[in-house]
């Protein structure tokens, strides 16, 4: 089957689909990279979930937990009196799936810290 554009999904069993909103980055935050096409913020909504999720609902705005995607990498050290250190980094990459030519992300429940409420 040669499938050349998705236009509809449904996650199955414990997975949640949520937007791939990109953050300006400039604060500091911890990120997550989306493709490599920007800084994608931790805080998503929901737009579809599988039939095993119970607490989590189409809608609701998150909070994604990164942990099961960092990827441990070493940025160039420096000469520094002598001695070349190497600086430790955590990248992370979350799965993404294009529907309708626009990102989304492909997570599981767990992935989830928390439904946000109430927000200004």
Do not use: C
């Amino acid at each position: 089957m040669n499938i050349k554009k998705i236009k509809k999904i449904t996650p199955t069993f414990t997975a949640v689909i949520t937007t791939a909103d990109l953050e300006d980055n400039s604060k500091g935050e911890i990120i997550l990279l989306n493709k490599n096409k920007g800084d994608t913020s931790n805080i998503q909504q929901v737009v579809a979930v599988g039939s095993m999720v119970n607490t989590i609902k189409v809608g609701d705005i998150v909070h994604i937990n990164p942990t099961r995607f960092g990827k441990p990498k070493y940025k160039e050290g420096s000469l520094k009196d002598g001695v070349i250190e190497n600086n430790f980094m955590v990248e992370y990459n979350i799965p993404t799936i294009e529907v309708n030519g626009k990102d989304f992300l492909f997570i599981q429940d767990r992935d989830i810290d928390y439904i946000i409420d109430e927000y200004e």
